[in-house]
């Protein structure tokens, strides 16, 4: 006999409403934005502050065994991924990101090796770890952007992006809204890029819409990604989840700008 009930959302979407998470994003949108005109080196710290949240709750979000080893390798690769970003301040700005990138995966690997706890769901920890380096390593793109013809300008309008696809996950209050909260995001994210370029003059109406919709879907996925896990009911996988769905657009917003912008 064929269920006639209604299908249940999968449980990821019905937890799509966690104001908590839109604060965080939020707070940290208007510090990067501020910092993406500051210059390189701001940008730098507020990065620095991002990726050491992410080492410090990492494991315990996703439940990682090894909770002490795992946070080490991620805050040294936070170092060594923006470290690498910050030394170089002329093209190609991230020519030395893919060394550090792979130093850290190597401390990564040295890390399971050194257990003593008979390395219990080993595949699920290096996988987890080398996720959360890839996410570090994104955002670690937009360190050199303040350099580029309209660097600032790209910084800020795709922070506006994150924090307006951020506010649209508040929609998740309501059931009927809750399957339409990534185009929401999305349409979201590229009209406000749009209205700031169109107020700031930085460039034009065409790359910042495109810049927006991307960087505002990337972000929204992360959180709908991260946001199935039992772990969230707590604050600190929160934060967490908030500031890797920060993080993680970085690599798309440095392509959009170095192709359409600088």
């Known amino acids: 006999m064929s269920n006639t009930g209604p299908i249940p959302l999968p449980h990821f979407v019905q937890e799509a409403y966690r104001p908590l998470v839109t604060i965080v994003v939020l707070a940290g949108c208007a510090l990067l934005a501020v910092s993406g005109f500051a210059g390189s080196g701001l ?50 700005y991230l020519r030395w990101l893919p060394g550090a990138l792979a130093l850290s995966l190597l401390v990564a690997f040295v890390h399971q090796l050194a257990r003593r706890d008979g390395r219990p769901r080993l595949v699920e920890s290096v996988a987890s770890t080398v996720a959360a380096l890839a996410i570090m390593t994104s955002g670690a793109c937009l360190v050199p952007l303040p350099f580029t013809l309209g660097g600032g300008h790209v910084v800020a309008a795709a922070s506006g992006a994150i924090g307006a696809s951020a506010l649209t996950d508040l929609c998740g209050k309501w059931e009927r809204l809750r399957p339409w909260l990534l185009p929401l995001a999305m349409v979201g994210g590229g009209l406000t890029s749009v209205a700031f370029v169109t107020l700031s003059g930085g460039f034009t109406w065409g790359p910042a819409a495109l810049l927006g919709v991307v960087a505002a879907g990337v972000s929204h996925a992360v959180r709908r990604l991260l946001g199935h896990q039992p772990t969230m009911a707590g604050a600190r996988p929160q934060l967490v989840s908030a500031v890797a769905s920060l993080l993680t657009p970085g690599v798309v917003v440095y392509v959009v700008s170095r192709l359409f912008v600088a």
């Open 43 to 92: 940008v730098a710290l507020t990065l620095l502050l991002g990726g050491g949240i992410l080492a410090w709750g990492w494991a315990g979000l996703l439940a990682l065994p090894s909770p002490r080893g795992t946070m080490g390798v991620l805050w040294f690769g936070n170092l060594a991924l923006v470290g690498a970003a910050v030394a170089v301040t002329e093209e190609p």
